[in-house]
């Protein structure tokens, strides 16, 4: 009895708050979706219940989503659910955030979530910056062939299982090697220039080996062991393994569960691993324009949607767009077509409980709020790609710059910088027109676009 008189009290919570929830479906435009809903909102990083309830009744009247994103708290079923049922009860709706070390628990909480804020959980966030790590970082990769493989993508290479040990691949071209011939371990280094080095331990100096005919793997013995030949092989081991991710989050929960993530680089391969919206990094003073035209690209030919994540563009205090520049950025967005406009809002160094944001940073989303959304001279998504600029098939460049790896794996040659340079006339060409998109034969570009520009040409 006591638990049926608490459902029907929340139940009769949440019926009331999305009477006071903040009205934004509105100027949205033409919409392929059924949901006309435009999310605006802000993350919470910190550790505490209260302080989230503290920037939850901040943002509240102005803003229509929060995001949990929390590293500590993640793993804390209680606190989640506290501060769900505060924001749907302040008339939000609620994101989820879920790393590695919270969706792999037997005991998650989307495994026992019971459904209590019904249309107001939008979903869950479901790792952080895939693309970004395959680039720049480091992330463990499923070989969908040989499931005992290790693979790891390190920050400059690639490491995977070898017989009795590992190999690492780097960036410009050395092989390291760790494996036991049944008497000790090797460690071994081997130069593209032919050279080979060995070590008595992994702390001792390198000694050359002048006879390498005794040597368990040539050079190209062992680079034939690479797991990533080639970007066709990066893009199965970087798909399959965030669809793995993402099938395994489901079904801890429903097969409909709506999955989300943030990334400032190879959208559409997040978009082909299943995400249903990918929340595109405005950051740094990476291009605006160019970071639209990959997501909004990237969105509608897999006919999802997609959302703005704002976060720093300082490494340093205050960490975030001044005021005015993170309105311009979220009045691009909506412009734009972006579904979710979301502040990051989160450093080591922050202090109080609304993190990063300062009054006018809230005033700048109130601003939002009242101006851009209420504008009877302003539509979301009114600025519509009439260009398309396509890339190679599985091009994994990051597109940053003109020497942006690809894939991780690669420096950039001249063909990279050419396409990069292409790229940036093309942008120049049609500025927030432009869609960048991929050659894929089941996503192609025929027909939907009047204007297209391959990688190879010049806009």
Request: include cysteine; charged fraction near 20%; hydrophobic fraction near 35%.
């Amino acid at each position: 009895m006591t638990l049926a008189i608490v459902g029907v009290a929340l139940i009769a919570v949440i019926s009331a708050s999305s009477l006071i929830a903040i009205n934004y479906a509105v100027n949205l435009g033409e919409q392929d979706s059924s949901d006309k809903t435009l999310y605006v909102g802000v993350t919470y990083c910190g550790n505490s219940v209260s302080d989230a309830k503290l920037l939850i009744d901040k943002v509240k009247n102005y803003t229509n989503l929060f995001v949990l994103q929390s590293g500590s708290l993640q793993t804390n079923n209680e606190a989640i659910n506290q501060i769900g049922d505060y924001a749907v009860k302040s008339g939000m709706y609620f994101i989820v955030y879920m790393g590695v070390s919270s969706y792999a628990l037997a005991n998650n909480w989307l495994s026992s979530y019971d459904g209590r804020w019904g249309d107001n959980f939008l979903g869950v966030y479901v790792n952080d910056e895939p693309g970004g790590k395959m680039l720049d970082g480091s992330t463990y990769l499923n070989d969908p062939t040989n499931r005992l493989n290790t693979i790891t993508k390190t920050e400059n290479g690639v490491r995977c299982s070898i017989t009795n040990g590992t190999a690492t691949f780097l960036r410009n071209g050395t092989v390291i090697v760790r494996f036991w011939d049944s008497t000790k371990f090797n460690f071994l280094t081997y130069y593209p220039n032919g050279t080979v080095t060995n070590r008595a331990s992994a702390m001792d100096p390198e000694v050359v080996v002048n006879d390498t005919s005794d040597l368990t793997y040539s050079y190209d013995q062992l680079w034939e062991q690479c797991p990533i030949q080639n970007s066709d092989d990066a893009a199965e081991l970087f798909v399959n393994t965030s669809n793995n991710t993402i099938t395994s989050v489901r079904n801890d929960y429903n097969s409909t569960l709506k999955v989300f993530t943030s990334d400032y680089a190879l959208d559409w391969f997040d978009y082909e691993s299943g995400y249903d919206a990918v929340f595109a990094e405005f950051c740094w003073n990476q291009s605006v324009t160019r970071d639209i035209a990959l997501a909004r690209g990237a969105a509608d030919a897999f006919g999802k949607d997609w959302g703005a994540m704002i976060t720093w563009q300082y490494d340093k205090a205050p960490y975030l767009p001044y005021a005015d520049e993170m309105y311009q950025r979220m009045c691009a967005a909506y412009e734009n077509g972006a579904k979710y406009i979301i502040i990051f809002n989160y450093a080591d160094d922050m202090q109080g409980p609304y993190g990063l944001l300062d009054q006018p940073r809230f005033d700048a989303l109130e601003r939002f709020y009242k101006d851009e959304l209420n504008s009877t001279f302003v539509m979301h998504n009114e600025i519509k790609a009439d260009a398309a600029f396509v890339l190679p098939h599985n091009y994994g460049s990051g597109l940053r710059n003109q020497d942006d790896t690809v894939w991780g794996m690669w420096t950039a040659n001249q063909t990279d910088r050419q396409i990069w340079q292409n790229m940036q006339n093309a942008l120049s060409t049609y500025g927030q027109k432009l869609d960048i998109v991929y050659e894929d034969p089941t996503h192609p570009v025929t027909g939907r676009y009047p204007q297209v520009t391959y990688w190879n040409q010049t806009a």
